[in-house]
């Protein structure tokens, strides 16, 4: 089952708040979160584990939400380096990922 | 060279044609993987090798053929596809696959295939 992802595109100034939320219908073991940038390979920016605490990389952190299946990462006073689709890959403790379908990042100065 | 490296970058192939999609990390990981990527879909988990070990193979169709000969080099074997592969297909390579969960995946940048 792949996790649900939303909002599905963002648009946002620079300096501006974001919030992408990712669910699954099944009990996770970790969550990941990529970020690709047009035709560049997805990169890794954070692995959040079940039991785990909230994970931050300056000003991009993520929570990770067990009751509700929930993982957000949040982007906060956003640069144009923030552009790009970002994916989260859930673990249903098989190793593999299964990744949602994304969602598009749009910095505008 | 560092990372994972994907050649071709882009392939154009006929239904008729055979090819062959390369990669190779130099990242010393034992785990390696075959992702396709479709416009407005999720990245699907093809294929997955362990210690050249397949340990995966997601339903795929018998067009697809993969070959890892060693743990550095996955190949991806192409024949007689179908205009619905065109897509973009991404490497990885993890320190390790099954344990503790923790198999985080650098990618290469991808083969852009069409099936004309």
């Known amino acids: 089952q792949q996790p649900v992802q939303s909002p599905q595109a963002v648009i946002l100034r620079e300096g501006e708040d974001a919030v992408i939320n990712c669910s699954s219908s099944k009990a996770l073991y970790s969550v990941h979160w990529y970020r690709q940038k047009h035709g560049e390979a997805p990169v890794f920016l954070m692995i959040l584990l079940k039991g785990g605490e909230q994970k931050g990389h300056d000003k991009i952190s993520a929570s990770f939400n067990e009751k509700k299946q929930q993982s957000s990462l949040y982007l906060t006073a956003s640069q144009l380096s923030y552009s790009g689709t970002y994916f989260c890959g859930t673990d249903f403790g098989n190793e593999k990922l299964t990744f949602g379908t994304g969602t598009r990042l749009t910095i505008i100065p | 060279e560092t990372g994972v490296t994907q050649t071709p970058r882009h392939l154009v192939m006929g239904m008729t044609n055979k090819k062959s999609l390369k990669c190779e990390q130099h990242?010393?990981?034992?785990?390696m993987y075959w992702y396709k990527q479709s416009a407005k879909k999720p990245l699907e988990l093809m294929f997955v090798y362990s210690l050249e070990e397949r340990v995966e193979n997601n339903s795929v169709p018998s067009r697809f053929s993969p070959e890892c000969p060693n743990s550095s080099h996955l190949f991806l074997h192409l024949h007689t596809l179908q205009p619905e592969d065109s897509a973009l297909y991404l490497c990885?390579?993890?320190?390790?696959?099954?344990?503790?969960?923790?198999?985080?995946?650098?990618f290469g940048a991808g083969s852009r295939l069409t099936v004309l």
């Open positions: 990242l010393g990981h034992n785990a």
């Open positions: 990885a390579s993890s320190q390790g696959f099954g344990g503790s969960g923790a198999n985080v995946l650098t």
